[in-house]
């Protein structure tokens, strides 16, 4: 239905060499999900892939095929097409250079996790998937804070309370599919945020740093 999506391309095969190693980061919105990235780039030299911010960046390129379409699917708190968000992705990922990565807020749903495993999940080492466990009113808290100085259209209760239902009803049974395959590493994002980066920087230490 939308063009782009594809195999990897032969850029792809070139650049990287070996077989990508990707880690999902999940959690609901306002639970930490960037900043805690941030610092595994800073400490671990991975590639951050943000799902939510490739479509805002797509969104916001004049003469987009895809802007409109992204742009409506965010203001109402739903989930952007697989078809879509993996062509973003896999671009991202031709474009770094790098081995590394940190796919934020990705798979949300179920339609995309069966477009991830179609067509890239046999290219890639899905090392583990980081949950950032934060109670949702906290996540509601945070986002609205962050809200008045973001300019995110997504950041207002509205968009907020939409994109809550999302987690709880799509996102949710995501986690609970990587957990039977004991791939899931859950942590407590209601701390302050150092703390919080102890937990994930045991996990890198333990496992991902050395890939």
């Known amino acids: 239905m939308f063009a782009g999506i594809s195999l990897f391309s032969t850029a792809l095969k ?8 990707v880690v999902f980061v999940l959690g609901g919105p306002g639970a930490g999900k960037g900043t805690q990235c941030q610092k595994i780039v800073e400490h671990f030299g991975y590639v951050h892939l943000s799902a939510g911010d490739l479509l ?21 708190g739903k989930i952007v097409p697989v078809e879509i968000t ?8 031709v474009q ?25 999940a046999n290219k890639v080492n899905l090392q583990f998937v980081i949950v950032f466990d934060c109670p949702l009113e906290v996540c509601t808290e945070r986002c609205l804070k962050r809200g008045t100085s973001s300019g995110r ?21 995501i986690i609970d599919y990587y957990a039977k395959l004991n791939l899931v590493r859950q942590i407590d994002a209601t701390r302050p945020e150092e703390e919080v980066y102890k937990d994930v920087e045991h996990l890198f230490q333990a496992g991902a740093g050395d890939n």
């Open 153 to 173: 259209v997504d950041d207002n209760v509205d968009s907020l309370r939409k994109r809550i239902n999302t987690f709880l009803s799509e996102t949710r049974p």
């Open 56 to 76: 805002r960046e797509e969104r916001s390129k004049p003469g987009s095929k895809y802007g409109e379409l992204i742009e409506t699917y965010i203001k109402e």
């Open 86 to 93: 993996c062509s973003l992705l896999e671009r991202a990922m």
């Open 14 to 21: 070139h650049v990287l060499k070996m077989t990508p190693n």
């Open 96 to 120: 770094s250079g790098k081995q590394n990565f940190l796919i934020d807020g990705f798979p949300r749903n179920q339609d995309n996790l069966d477009g991830w495993n179609k067509v890239m």
